[in-house]
């Protein structure tokens, strides 16, 4: 007892705050490995990547990867002109016009955080997250030595931000103000207003407005009025994306933030963060080199994703008639559906019981942090067959 006390102890020491110091999985996750580890395979209702759900990625896309061009090393901070200038044609063939000088490119979506987080905060410093949202933004801002403060969603029939809240939580150490959109979980998009609303709080108070748009190209039951961060001049900020979700490519690692806003405060930020973009260099060359090939392929993933994605929602709108006490949040976009169940149970219970008794897996509301019980959200990723049966079992258990 007092040795295992001695090195928790050392441990405790020798390592960062950054990272958690409980390493334990959580019971769910256990749930599922118990399950594994008895060769059982679970529908998995929480399946995000696209790799994984029977898409057909042509073996031609590899090609791309090949070029001769591949094998010289010339970097700069923020990527190969001809990579830049080809996301900035994909995102102006979606109706956006960018400049691909305020084009930069990187690994991966996360990794865009993190440079902005070392550009935008020093430690302690605040950043602002939407809840419900992606439980990553925890990890992502902790290995910075970011501080989160939250503000709520509401859901009226449709999600909206409470502005007031938003701006009740801005204090002296506040940086930025982060939207997700399409966010995950709840598929909710920014509207005109609250975007207005949110380039002149951020203007006003001195902070980076971070719009992170990775699902933009996956609207279903969209709002007429959405938005995008960069339809606004008035506060410096950042658009993020890349090739794993548009184009359902997360293998590649090639991801990219468009910075917008006002010039002065747009030069400031780009000579800064080329700084921190030159120390990683971290896009490899053979990538950048096939980026437009990559992008014109992505469309046919895209394609898929997007006949994918609504016809598991069609699914679960039929599927849900036949239990009243269950409901289908709207979703304007993203890859995932909300679902409302009675809270006759902790949803604790709930997923553990459809885990080990249904042998499908879904995600508890509280991994997202709703404000309140009862939630399960599950992707629309995967295979219709799956989906259809998953969902099915997972409504029956609900509402009884
Ligand atoms: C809202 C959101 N942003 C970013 C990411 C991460 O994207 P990337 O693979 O580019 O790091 C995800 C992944 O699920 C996500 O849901």
Known sequence: MR?????????????????????????LTTAELTLRARGLRPIDL???NPTRVGLAYPDEFLTALSAPAGLAYDPHPFGLQ????????????????????????????SEAYSFLFKLLCNPGD????????????????????????????????????????????????????LVVSPNNPTGSTLGRRDLAALARLCASRQLALIGDEVFADYLLDARADAARVLDQAEALTFSLGGLS??????????GWIVAGGPATLVEAALARLEIVCD?????????????????????????????????????????????????????????????????IRPEETLVLDLLE?????????????????????????????????????LLARASH
């Open 279 to 343: 120390a990683f260099l971290s896009v490899s060359t053979p990538v950048q080199q096939a980026a437009g090939d990559l992008l014109a392929a992505g469309r046919q993933i895209r394609a898929l994703i997007r006949e994918r994605i609504a016809e598991n929602l069609r699914d679960l709108h039929a599927l849900i008639l036949q239990h009243p006490s269950c409901s289908v949040y709207r979703v304007e976009g993203g890859w995932s559906a909300v679902i409302r169940v009675p809270a």
């Open 82 to 109: 001809g990579a830049r200038l080809a996301v900035a044609e994909e995102l102006g063939a979606g109706g956006q016009s960018v400049d691909p000088s305020r084009v930069i490119l990187t690994a991966s979506t």
């Open 3 to 27: 040795t295992g006390g001695l090195r928790l102890r050392l441990l405790w020491m020798m390592f960062s705050t950054r990272v958690p110091t409980d390493l334990a999985p959580n019971r």
């Open 357 to 393: 008794q249904d042998l499908v897996l879904a995600h508890p509301g509280y991994f997202f942090d709703f404000p309140h019980e009862a939630f399960v959200v599950v992707s629309l990723l995967p295979q219709p067959g799956d989906f259809r049966a998953g969902v099915t079992r």
């Open 46 to 48: 929480t399946e995000t």
């Open 126 to 177: 605040q950043v602002l997250v939407p809840v419900p949202s992606y439980p990553l933004f925890d990890h992502l801002t902790r290995l910075e030595l970011v501080e989160v403060r939250q503000y709520p969603l509401e859901y009226h029939g449709t999600w909206s931000i409470d502005v007031d809240a938003l701006e009740a939580a801005v204090t002296p150490l506040t940086r930025a103000v």
């Open 245 to 254: 979700k548009s184009a359902g490519m997360p293998q590649m690692k090639l």
